[in-house]
């Protein structure tokens, strides 16, 4: 399928080689989910599953190169969230992590995915919180992936009261189209290329603001941690990643998390928030090792 980005993007030379790679090999599709209409996603390759969750400014063509780096070991599977590209929106104005795992639930059945890796990155991690820690059974290990916890807890709830009203200030104030602009400050490194800012731009331009902002409701009324309370160590073994230069989910807080949880920490070097944008090879190459874990 063919897609034609928004007219306010300019499909500068940075980005030539990764729109052709995206419509020639990462291609998007879309499947029902009966009266809860329809996920769309990207996908390539063959063999064992990995399940790819992106981030609030994000979606799901964002993970390009680190899916290119795994076709030839995985089937790749990375989803537009409700309310993201062609996604239709949950039907609750300020929904849960839950009710995005319910969402991702119902995706994976329409797919007949039973068993796979599921990689949640930022906002994608609560919600992989979310699908195992409900109960959900498709998901054989989980990397959370510079996770997003959350505000919904008690000590962090007025906090995320003040980020949620900067979050949507700043969206009726600029756009989405202002948000681009300003955000691959903040999600990559300071050694970050020009085509990795160019990408990061180009796919937070794709973003639907009614979809956003229930994802802005999600991360400041939950709590990660309200999902996994003592890991899922078991059924679902799962570890932690950061970027090592990540200024948004910080490395001390992502290995807090990862201790409090008794769950493996690994940095990944050279990478700030959007590591798998920045390092799509590590970030690769550490799901490849979970992958070959997978029975």
């Known amino acids: 399928m063919t897609s034609l980005a928004p007219a306010s993007v300019t499909c500068a030379d940075t980005l030539k080689d990764s729109l052709s790679l995206l419509e020639g090999r990462f291609a998007e599709s879309a499947v029902g989910i009966g009266n809860a209409g329809a996920v769309s996603y990207r996908s390539c390759g063959r063999g064992p ?21 795994l076709e030839q070991d995985a089937q790749v599977i990375a989803w537009n969230a409700p309310g993201y590209g062609r996604s239709t929106p949950l039907p609750q104005t300020q929904p849960s992590a839950a009710d995005y ?28 919180a979310a699908y195992v820690g409900g109960g959900y059974k498709r998901a054989a290990r ?19 009261e003040k980020i949620r009203q900067e979050r949507l200030d700043v969206l009726h104030a600029i756009g989405i189209e202002g948000m681009a602009e300003r955000s691959p400050t903040r999600m990559l490194s300071a050694g970050a290329g020009d085509a990795e800012r160019a ?38 073994p799962a570890a932690v990643y950061c970027g090592a ?22 940095l990944i070097d050279n990478a700030g928030h959007a590591c798998y944008i920045e390092q799509p090879g590590a970030v690769a190459a550490a799901i490849r090792g979970h992958l070959y874990k997978l029975s």
């Open 101 to 128: 795992a319910g969402r991702l639930e119902l995706f994976l059945d329409a797919l007949g995915i039973a068993n796979c890796v599921l990689v949640g990155h930022s906002l994608g991690a609560m919600m992989a």
């Open 199 to 236: 990408w990061v731009r180009w796919n937070i331009q794709w973003l639907n603001p009614a979809g956003y902002t229930q994802a802005v409701h999600m991360l400041c009324g939950d709590d990660l941690r309200a999902y996994m309370p003592d890991g899922v160590s078991g059924t679902a």
């Open 49 to 69: 599953v990995v399940v790819l969750l992106h981030g609030i400014s994000s979606g799901a063509a964002s993970w390009l190169q680190c899916a290119l780096r």
């Open 245 to 266: 230069d990540d200024v948004v989910t910080t490395p001390d807080d992502s290995r807090k998390l990862a201790w409090d949880l008794n769950l493996p920490f690994h």
């Open 142 to 160: 989980v990397l959370l992936v510079s996770p997003a916890q959350g505000y919904g807890s008690d000590a962090r709830r007025a906090r995320g």
